[in-house]
């Protein structure tokens, strides 16, 4: 099992920044990519940022070159420092994690979710 917490939402101007953090913990071990999604009012969860175990990231094109995701394996921890923030970006902003393990003799992988952390950025 693995919990997820994000927490470093809040409240900010058009064009300023902030930055997100998810700790992860139980299971941590096998954890393999890590992302953060968001999802906005009446749209759907989307994809904002991955990276992988080994460090290598993906990114949604609404947010390639203003958000960058980091990853501490060591800490069990990923950040998103969204920079240039637009009224767009209004969303809760979840962590999610991949969890691979053997069930029975298959691997499987498991995701898991964080509670989500309110970014509100005003115009």
């Known amino acids: 099992q693995v919990q997820l917490v994000e927490s470093g939402g809040g409240l900010v101007q058009a064009g300023g920044s902030l930055t997100l953090s998810c700790v992860a913990s139980g299971s941590i071990r096998t954890i393999n990519d890590m992302a953060w999604y968001r999802q906005s009012s009446g749209k759907q969860r989307e994809l904002v940022a991955l990276i992988t175990i080994g460090g290598a990231t993906n990114y949604a094109d609404a947010v390639r070159g203003r958000f960058t995701i980091f990853r501490d394996n060591a800490k069990a921890t990923i950040k998103l420092q969204m920079n240039a923030l637009k009224p767009d970006d209004t969303a809760v902003y979840y962590c999610?994690?991949?969890?691979?393990?053997?069930?029975?003799?298959?691997?499987?992988?498991?995701?898991?979710w964080g509670p989500g952390t309110q970014v509100t950025v005003s115009s």
């Open positions: 999610k994690a991949m969890s691979g393990a053997y069930h029975g003799p298959e691997m499987r992988e498991t995701p898991y």
